[in-house]
């Protein structure tokens, strides 16, 4: 039987990156074009740099590609090994220090002095916020960061009930001195904790060894109706446009429990 070291994955940002870095370009793509689809930002006399806020900012792949497309991106994490990993890809990249700004900070705990025409968080990050009040505030935080119509677009999955299977997704990634197997199961989640817990195993290849890395979380479940009494409790944002994980803009979904996979716009009253 394998053996399996207990490694929280966001002190291996390489391999994380490894394993979500290929939709990078057509989500910022996806970004962008909300943005010029659903914002309502009023010109600025004397400014005219676009800012992206990024909580959760991870190993910086969204970073790195929103940088060199001449935004200037802030980004925060509450993982050290993410951030500096994110710094070195940005270095890396040749990206001007004035285009990105990191530093840690927790979702439902930051601020900043700059005021942003778009944010995003798009991998169920939002789901580590294990309280109604935590995801709450993070959400009230993100809509003072926003100018006025200005959007925030937060994707994440949400939970059926009923469902009582285990779920299992696979991704495999390669690098030029490394491959990295991905394996994320879930359990059925608990209506009545409104938890469900998940694990990551990576295994990975490399300099002709073999680590078998696991990590173990609890996220915080939503059906549609919790995710609608949700934002109505948060007037600041408006719910503007609903999409699926293929980051289509031209095929809107609706807002039910007939797709599990949710990408939500909001917008900045």
């Given at each position: 039987?394998?053996?399996?070291?207990?490694?929280?994955?966001?002190?291996?940002?390489?391999?994380?990156?490894?394993?979500?870095?290929?939709?990078?370009?057509?989500?910022?793509?996806?970004?962008?074009?909300?943005?010029?689809?659903?914002?309502?930002?009023?010109?600025?006399?004397?400014?005219?740099?676009?800012?992206?806020?990024?909580?959760?900012?991870g190993s910086g792949r969204l970073v790195v590609e929103m940088a060199r497309r001449?935004?200037?991106?802030?980004?925060?994490?509450?993982?050290?090994?993410?951030?500096?990993?994110?710094?070195?890809?940005?270095?890396?990249?040749?990206?001007?220090?004035?285009?990105?700004?990191?530093?840690?900070?927790?979702?439902?705990?930051?601020?900043?002095?700059?005021?942003?025409?778009?944010?995003?968080?798009?991998?169920?990050?939002?789901?580590?916020?294990?309280?109604?009040?935590?995801?709450?505030?993070?959400?009230?935080?993100?809509?003072?960061?926003?100018?006025?119509?200005?959007?925030?677009?937060?994707?994440?999955?949400?939970?059926?009930?009923?469902?009582?299977?285990?779920?299992?997704?696979?991704?495999?990634?390669?690098?030029?001195?490394?491959?990295?197997?991905?394996?994320?199961?879930?359990?059925?989640?608990?209506?009545?904790?409104?938890?469900?817990?998940?694990?990551?195993?990576?295994?990975?290849?490399?300099?002709?060894?073999?680590?078998?890395?696991?990590?173990?979380?609890?996220?915080?479940?939503?059906?549609?109706?919790?995710?609608?009494?949700?934002?109505?409790?948060?007037?600041?944002?408006?719910l503007v446009a609903t999409y699926d994980m293929t980051f289509d803009l031209d095929?809107?979904?609706?807002?039910?429990?007939?797709?599990?996979?949710?990408?939500?716009?909001?917008?900045?009253?």
């Amino acid at each position: 039987m394998a053996t399996w070291q207990t490694l929280d994955w966001y002190d291996a940002p390489k391999y994380y990156d490894a394993v979500f870095d290929e939709g990078t370009a057509h989500e910022a793509d996806f970004l962008e074009a909300a943005l010029e689809r659903f914002g309502r930002v009023e010109p600025t006399r004397g400014r005219r740099v676009r800012r992206v806020l990024e909580p959760a900012c991870g190993s910086g792949r969204l970073v790195v590609e929103m940088a060199r497309r001449d935004w200037r991106v802030h980004g925060f994490d509450l993982s050290q090994p993410m951030l500096d990993h994110a710094r070195g890809e940005l270095v890396a990249a040749g990206v001007p220090t004035r285009r990105a700004h990191l530093w840690a900070a927790a979702m439902q705990d930051f601020e900043s002095s700059e005021r942003f025409e778009l944010a995003h968080c798009l991998v169920s990050t939002f789901k580590y916020l294990l309280t109604e009040a935590d995801a709450r505030r993070h959400l009230e935080l993100v809509a003072e960061h926003l100018v006025p119509g200005g959007i925030y677009v937060l994707g994440f999955h949400l939970t059926d009930y009923d469902d009582t299977k285990k779920s299992r997704e696979r991704w495999v990634a390669a690098r030029d001195d490394f491959e990295v197997t991905c394996t994320i199961q879930g359990w059925p989640a608990e209506r009545r904790t409104r938890t469900e817990q998940v694990r990551s195993r990576l295994v990975v290849e490399e300099g002709g060894t073999t680590r078998r890395l696991e990590t173990v979380w609890d996220f915080r479940t939503y059906d549609a109706a919790q995710v609608k009494r949700l934002l109505r409790s948060v007037p600041a944002l408006e719910l503007v446009a609903t999409y699926d994980m293929t980051f289509d803009l031209d095929d809107p979904r609706k807002l039910d429990d007939e797709q599990l996979d949710l990408v939500l716009v909001l917008r900045r009253r």
